[in-house]
């Protein structure tokens, strides 16, 4: 099973739940870090790094010599990354969305691939976590393409290995967010109660409605703000599957890169509570099919 | 006039507390929220709505399934597995399709529409401190980059139309296309951080976007008394860079006590921290 651990609002603390929960999980587990713009999980888990590699983006590459500037791959491109300009045919590999369509509709297979680099996919092992993360290239500005293939590797290591996986996602509520959740069996969303974080959790929901992911909140720093957000989940039956009090010695050790889950027997049984908790809701959810 | 942007690669720092103090500082200035995404600043500046304007962007295939005959081309060139195989018909899932027309093209039977995609909603609005223009990206959709570009342009005539002295912009956390889109053309991005490894590491990489793109940097540490050992490591990474250290905030609860009253720090109280926070933003406009 795939858990995805997501939020509207940055800073909530995906990360520290995400590494908590990797680190109590009884079955075998993997922890992905999916936040490809700021990868952080690294920092919690430690994990020695097995293997690094760059992951690319298919983008044209066009033959001058055979193009005849018909100008049917312009038309075609949504995203003006290769265009006919007077005799010259040009390509911006930065804007293509990696789509094919130009090399499929080119008369003259005048159009090969030729790549663009996203970033870098890293597989690793913390003790006995596995560890996944991909790491988007600075100056590259999608984000998908390159979380498509670090789940498509996922995906890979899940179907021969038989583990479950903990997805660290990125933050926000629009394509990257969703991108990341999308194929999971359940969202536990981190929230806060601030304003913020209740304005953030209700577009989370409203973004993640349409996957039909069993989900649940948990409830980061309680103590602060108000209590807006706790009766929103009572009031639309939400389950609050845990509460993680506003404390400054977890805010310090996180400073300094620990695993709350690590730093005492009541943590660590909070999160173990927790995992059995999710591993619940999936179990009812599966119970009543839709 | 001069444009600032106020960033932090790592989410949850405080730029969105700190940007509505700035705004409430700054005289003369236009306000613009482009974290488009999961917009926030609303919520401490409580915006009058002067006029409200569509957002699209790109378009969607739509599979018309009383002309599909179920050949597969669709299925098989789309990259992005948008299309799924229903019961006795195709469709396309509209959270997995890029808008890329190419099943529209290729389809023999002409069986796909490709509308326009409607993607969410920009304001320009009144507040206390200022004209601000913002946005709401329906929950789901993409293209926050074009978003964020379009409220720039707007921010922009605003500011030519009000003889305004600065257009002051709240970031989105991360260092992918919204951000990039926020800063072209800047004359300064303020990064906020936190003494954390974590927020360290963001720091890096987005002020490596920074220099990428060319925008000068000024860096703010808040919650600067979480850690002090890391809040003097950042100091120290500042120096070695050459980026301009604005101001070190102590974390105060009274951050979030001012935001469920609605009101920004410097408005509720003559602390302590509201005086820092002055401070940092007359450090920013000595840079300008």
């Given at each position: 099973?795939?858990?995805?651990?997501?939020?509207?609002?940055?800073?909530?603390?995906?990360?520290?739940?995400?590494?908590?929960?990797?680190?109590?999980?009884?079955?075998?587990?993997?922890?992905?870090?999916?936040?490809?713009?700021?990868?952080?999980?690294?920092?919690?888990?430690?994990?020695?790094?097995?293997?690094?590699?760059?992951?690319?983006?298919?983008?044209?590459?066009?033959?001058?010599?055979?193009?005849?500037?018909?100008?049917?791959?312009?038309?075609?491109?949504?995203?003006?990354?290769?265009?006919?300009?007077?005799?010259?045919?040009?390509?911006?590999?930065?804007?293509?969305?990696?789509?094919?369509?130009?090399?499929?509709?080119?008369?003259?297979?005048?159009?090969?691939?030729?790549?663009?680099?996203?970033?870098?996919?890293?597989?690793?092992?913390?003790?006995?976590?596995?560890?996944?993360?991909?790491?988007?290239?600075?100056?590259?500005?999608?984000?998908?393409?390159?979380?498509?293939?670090?789940?498509?590797?996922?995906?890979?290591?899940?179907?021969?290995?038989?583990?479950?996986?903990?997805?660290?996602?990125?933050?926000?509520?629009?394509?990257?967010?969703?991108?990341?959740?999308?194929?999971?069996?359940?969202?536990?969303?981190?929230?806060?109660?601030?304003?913020?974080?209740?304005?953030?959790?209700?577009?989370?929901?409203?973004?993640?409605?349409?996957?039909?992911?069993?989900?649940?909140?948990?409830?980061?720093?309680?103590?602060?703000?108000?209590?807006?957000?706790?009766?929103?989940?009572?009031?639309?039956?939400?389950?609050?599957?845990?509460?993680?009090?506003?404390?400054?010695?977890?805010?310090?050790?996180?400073?300094?890169?620990?695993?709350?889950?690590?730093?005492?027997?009541?943590?660590?049984?909070?999160?173990?509570?927790?995992?059995?908790?999710?591993?619940?809701?999936?179990?009812?959810?599966?119970?009543?099919?839709? | 006039?001069?444009?600032?942007?106020v960033i932090s690669g790592k989410g949850g720092?405080?730029?969105?507390?700190?940007?509505?103090?700035?705004?409430?500082?700054?005289?003369?200035?236009?306000?613009?929220?482009?974290?488009?995404?999961?917009?926030?600043?609303?919520?401490?500046?409580?915006?009058?709505?002067?006029?409200?304007?569509?957002?699209?962007?790109?378009?969607?295939?739509?599979?018309?399934?009383?002309?599909?005959?179920?050949?597969?081309?669709?299925?098989?060139?789309c990259r992005y597995n948008a299309v799924r195989?229903?019961?006795?018909?195709?469709?396309?899932?509209?959270?997995?399709?890029?808008?890329?027309?190419?099943?529209?093209?290729?389809?023999?039977?002409?069986?796909?529409?490709?509308?326009?995609?409607?993607?969410?909603?920009?304001?320009?609005?009144?507040?206390?401190?200022?004209?601000?223009?913002?946005?709401?990206?329906?929950?789901?959709?993409?293209?926050?980059?074009?978003?964020?570009?379009?409220?720039?342009?707007?921010?922009?005539?605003?500011?030519?139309?009000?003889?305004?002295?600065?257009?002051?912009?709240?970031?989105?956390?991360?260092?992918?296309?919204?951000?990039?889109?926020?800063?072209?053309?800047?004359?300064?991005?303020?990064?906020?951080?936190?003494?954390?490894?974590?927020?360290?590491?963001?720091?890096?990489?987005?002020?490596?976007?920074?220099?990428?793109?060319?925008?000068?940097?000024?860096?703010?540490?808040?919650?600067?008394?979480?850690?002090?050992?890391?809040?003097?490591?950042?100091?120290?990474?500042?120096?070695?860079?050459?980026?301009?250290?604005?101001?070190?905030?102590?974390?105060?609860?009274?951050?979030?006590?001012?935001m469920v009253d609605k009101k920004v720090i410097?408005?509720?109280?003559?602390?302590?921290?509201?005086?820092?926070?002055?401070?940092?933003?007359?450090?920013?406009?000595?840079?300008?």
């Amino acid at each position: 099973m795939i858990i995805s651990v997501a939020s509207g609002k940055g800073g909530t603390g995906k990360t520290t739940v995400s590494a908590s929960l990797a680190a109590v999980w009884k079955r075998p587990v993997t922890g992905v870090d999916l936040d490809v713009e700021e990868p952080n999980l690294h920092i919690f888990l430690k994990p020695d790094i097995v293997h690094e590699e760059k992951v690319y983006l298919e983008v044209p590459r066009v033959d001058e010599s055979r193009c005849t500037l018909c100008g049917k791959c312009s038309d075609l491109c949504q995203f003006k990354a290769i265009n006919v300009m007077g005799s010259a045919i040009l390509t911006f590999p930065e804007m293509c969305h990696g789509c094919g369509g130009c090399l499929a509709v080119c008369p003259e297979d005048a159009v090969s691939w030729g790549t663009r680099q996203l970033g870098t996919m890293s597989r690793g092992k913390s003790g006995p976590i596995d560890f996944l993360m991909g790491s988007l290239r600075v100056g590259e500005a999608m984000s998908p393409p390159l979380m498509r293939q670090v789940k498509d590797r996922l995906k890979c290591d899940l179907a021969r290995t038989g583990s479950d996986a903990i997805i660290d996602a990125p933050p926000g509520v629009s394509c990257p967010a969703v991108n990341a959740v999308m194929d999971s069996d359940f969202i536990l969303l981190v929230t806060e109660p601030t304003p913020f974080g209740f304005h953030d959790f209700q577009l989370a929901l409203e973004a993640f409605a349409p996957l039909n992911i069993p989900a649940g909140a948990l409830i980061n720093r309680s103590g602060i703000g108000d209590d807006s957000v706790q009766r929103f989940c009572q009031e639309q039956g939400i389950p609050v599957l845990a509460w993680i009090p506003f404390d400054t010695d977890i805010a310090s050790a996180y400073s300094r890169g620990k695993v709350i889950a690590d730093l005492s027997l009541e943590f660590r049984q909070k999160f173990s509570q927790l995992a059995a908790s999710i591993i619940e809701q999936i179990g009812e959810n599966e119970a009543c099919p839709k | 006039m001069p444009e600032v942007v106020v960033i932090s690669g790592k989410g949850g720092t405080g730029k969105t507390s700190l940007t509505g103090a700035f705004a409430h500082l700054a005289q003369d200035l236009i306000i613009c929220d482009l974290d488009v995404d999961a917009p926030d600043l609303h919520i401490l500046l409580s915006p009058a709505k002067r006029s409200t304007h569509d957002f699209y962007s790109g378009n969607e295939a739509l599979i018309d399934g009383s002309r599909c005959k179920m050949c597969g081309t669709c299925l098989e060139m789309c990259r992005y597995n948008a299309v799924r195989t229903g019961h006795d018909q195709y469709l396309v899932d509209p959270m997995r399709c890029e808008g890329c027309r190419v099943c529209v093209d290729f389809c023999p039977e002409q069986a796909i529409a490709f509308p326009a995609r409607h993607c969410g909603q920009w304001f320009v609005s009144s507040t206390r401190f200022g004209t601000m223009v913002h946005a709401r990206l329906f929950p789901g959709a993409e293209n926050s980059g074009r978003l964020v570009t379009l409220l720039r342009n707007r921010a922009r005539e605003a500011s030519k139309e009000e003889d305004s002295s600065l257009i002051l912009s709240d970031g989105a956390p991360g260092i992918g296309c919204p951000v990039i889109s926020s800063l072209s053309g800047t004359d300064l991005a303020a990064i906020v951080t936190e003494p954390t490894l974590s927020g360290l590491h963001d720091l890096k990489r987005v002020a490596d976007l920074c220099t990428h793109f060319r925008v000068k940097v000024a860096v703010i540490i808040n919650k600067c008394n979480l850690n002090p050992e890391q809040a003097s490591g950042i100091q120290d990474y500042c120096r070695d860079k050459g980026f301009y250290l604005a101001g070190s905030i102590p974390h105060d609860p009274e951050v979030t006590m001012s935001m469920v009253d609605k009101k920004v720090i410097t408005e509720t109280a003559d602390s302590r921290i509201a005086k820092t926070v002055r401070n940092t933003w007359e450090n920013i406009l000595s840079i300008l």
